[in-house]
């Protein structure tokens, strides 16, 4: 039998899950220069592989703009096997090997509303899917959808492991330009992705009367006009927090090299229908990014 290896890696979502335990790794060696929690890593592959399968359980449409779609036909009754489990290890993971419970319980008021903001967030996303009462989410919102998938993506890779590695010491790191260099830059960089997605998606977006910024204004503009100044604006924050930390050279420079692989990614992506193609070079600059500054880390010290 054919190993299918877009359903294996990208279909099951198992590729958006290594890229946020490489994001969530790069956080952490680039902050406390330390490697998180090996049970931390794998909760945050296993929620991030839950959270976009549970997405596209519920997608509908078939065609040459949804072959991720079909798979997930054929494969249904695994997947929903594979919920089940995933969702039985996390909570075992959280509580027992993680003691999650006693750490936001222990956690200041300001931390515990931030994560709850978060976590609500993540889940009003997806709020149709659960409720049968007419509700129009901000997935049809512009920006909004882009913004809180960036937001969402930047708190799990960035705070959590942070928060998990230091726990009562992490007020100690919301204080410093570091911390939030790196966040920013990271929000700004998901966001920027996100983005990306939507051009990709254009055509499935317009038949399911999603509103993203694409559909409302086209890639030109999309690309020109928001893409280009997010890039810009990421660059000024790694100018401004290479300038307050006094960082390497080399990671200044691989910091820009990204930024221009993301521009040059946002132009193939336009003329790229396959979506596997999409989703490795959008998604790789995820590993990409997270690789280089954890080897320049590693070089340095």
Known sequence: MKLNWKGALLW???????????????????????????????????????????AYLHEEQD????ERSNWYKRNLRYLK???????????????????????FLHAPLTIQLFIIASFALSAIYYLPNYVFFPFT????????????????????????????????NFLNIPSSIAFWSHFIQL??????????????DLY???????????????????????????????????LLGHYWQGGSLMHLISRLLILVLVYIVSRIVVHQKAIHINMLLIDGLMIIKAILSIMIVYMIH
């Open 187 to 200: 929000y700004f960089f998901i966001l920027i992705l996100a983005i990306l997605f939507d051009i990709k």
């Open 204 to 238: 499935r977006d317009k038949e399911a009367f999603v509103n993203t910024l694409v559909v409302k204004h086209g890639v030109d503009f999309t690309i020109h006009k928001i893409v280009l100044p997010l890039l810009l604006l990421s660059f000024l924050f790694t």
């Open 81 to 103: 096997l594979r919920q089940v489990i995933y969702t039985i290890a996390c909570v075992w993971l959280l509580i027992v090997k993680l003691a999650a419970i006693q750490l």
């Open 63 to 66: 065609g040459i703009y949804n």
């Open 12 to 54: 099951s979502n198992q590729f958006y899950g290594i890229c946020a335990v490489l994001l969530a790794i790069e956080s952490n060696v680039l902050l406390l220069h330390a490697i998180p929690n090996a049970f931390l890593l794998l909760t945050i592959h296993l929620v991030t592989v839950l959270y976009y399968t549970h």
């Open 137 to 168: 989410s901000f997935r049809n919102k512009g920006i909004l959808k882009s913004a809180a998938i960036a937001w969402v993506w930047t708190v799990l890779c960035c705070m959590i492991p942070l928060w998990f590695s230091m726990e009562s």
